[in-house]
Structures are given as structure tokens and as C-alpha cells.
Nanobody
Framework: QVQLVESGGGLVQAGGSLRLSCAAS????????KGWFRQAPGKEREFVAA????????YYADSVKGRFTISRDNAKDTVYLQMNSLKPEDTAVYYC???????????????????WGQGTQVTVSS
């Protein structure tokens, strides 16, 4: 069974940090673009960050730029999201995703990703 499994979510105070991980199983995603999206209650799922298969290209939503860092370890087939200086508005369920995406301007589009994790809750208290 092909799976992406997120971990590392939790409750943190504003200004704190969390590191999310997303491990693959059932097949390899080392040649796939990987992304992180989030969805807050009552809101649409939104792009957070993406990283090309080689790790050489990274993209961020303006709302997280300078605070979040995406990285990957292809040997472990795992993608990470380091989240610093967290704000209450970062509260959401965070999802990792993987897809074969050739255009970098398409990394922000959820429908370009073929595989999704089940999500991990991040709650930032004020």
C-alpha cells in the first residue's frame, strides 16, 4: 500500500517551533516533487511549501517565507518542514503531497499532486 505518513504536529505556543516529517512507504518518491499544504477550519486547502526532486529548488507561500524551511532526504524518502516563529494563524491540519510536476509554477497547485498523506494537526496558541 502506497502511503505518505506525516508526523511531528502538536500544540505549541506562539513564537515556538515544530518540525514536521513525511515518510513514504509502499513505493519510492525520491524523484517526485514534494509539497506541504495546510487547511484551517472553514478554509480552503492552501499551499505552504514545495521542493523539487533534487532539493535544489524550493518555493514558499508568502505567509511562511522566512519562517518555514522545507528539506528532503531522498535516501530516507522523507520530506521535512521546519516551522519557526509560529503564529496562531498557522494553526491548521498540515498535509504532505508528492507528484511528478514539470513546471515550477505548478508546485503551488494541489491538483498537480497525486499522493497525499492523512494530515497532522498543528495548533499554535496565543
Amino acid at each position: 500500500q502506497v502511503q505518505l505518513v506525516e508526523s511531528g504536529g502538536g500544540l505549541v505556543q506562539a513564537g515556538g517551533s515544530l518540525r514536521l516529517s513525511c515518510a513514504a512507504s509502499g513505493r519510492t518518491f525520491s524523484t517526485y516533487t514534494k509539497g506541504w499544504f495546510r487547511q484551517a477550519p472553514g478554509k480552503e486547502r492552501e499551499f505552504v511549501a514545495a521542493i523539487s526532486w533534487s532539493g535544489s529548488n524550493k518555493y514558499y507561500a508568502d505567509s511562511v517565507k522566512g519562517r518555514f524551511t522545507i528539506s528532503r532526504d531522498n535516501a530516507k524518502d522523507t520530506v521535512y518542514l521546519q516551522m519557526n516563529s509560529l503564529k496562531p494563524e498557522d494553526t491548521a491540519v498540515y498535509y504532505c503531497a508528492a507528484g511528478i510536476i514539470y513546471r515550477s509554477d505548478s508546485y503551488v497547485l494541489a491538483n498537480e499532486y497525486d499522493y497525499w498523506g492523512q494530515g497532522t494537526q498543528v495548533t499554535v496558541s496565543s
